[in-house]
């Protein structure tokens, strides 16, 4: 049985989870609210202020399912109640960050400036010139807009130049051998 799939997902005070039919679960808190649909076969249940998802049987589909169902719903949990963030670093002379109103402007060594612009349900911020800060409910939007900031100049091995997240590490290669 998944390891992952069989943990009870504690709901906070505060929080407000509806099951609606078709797996359509709805999690209320104080960041936001979050729906999303989930696959059909999942049993979902709410159990005092716990949430149970069990598989209605055996089959490498439902096994697969079991521990991404529990992990997409405790994601929502955690989405509403404290929020995700990710935090990039950039480095190089000259590259720079700016925010304007909701638009963030980056300066990464290209003749023009790259422009970023927040979506809904997202916000970005910037400490310091060299820090970005993506902040959100929604994990996967979190995560896929900081990727597509990260792709516009990431991190290259010789000097370590460019965009990068603040818990990931360079390998850093030697240059060319001298004479």
Known sequence: MSRIGRKPIEVPAGVDVKIEAGNV????GALGTM??????????KKEGNELIVERPSEM???KALHGLTRTLLSNMVEGVTKG??????INGVGYRAAKAGKTLTLNLGYSHPITFEEADGLTIEVPNANQIIVKGTDKQKVGQLAAEIRSKRPPEPYLGKGVKYSDERIRRKAGKAGK
Do not use: G, N, P, Y
Not at 25 to 28: D, E, G, I, R, S
Not at 35 to 44: E, F, S, V
């Open 25 to 28: 679960v709805t999690v209320k």
């Open 35 to 44: 729906t999303q649909a989930l696959h059909k076969d999942m049993i979902i």
């Open 60 to 62: 490498k589909e439902h």
């Open 84 to 89: 995700f963030s990710k935090t990039l670093d």
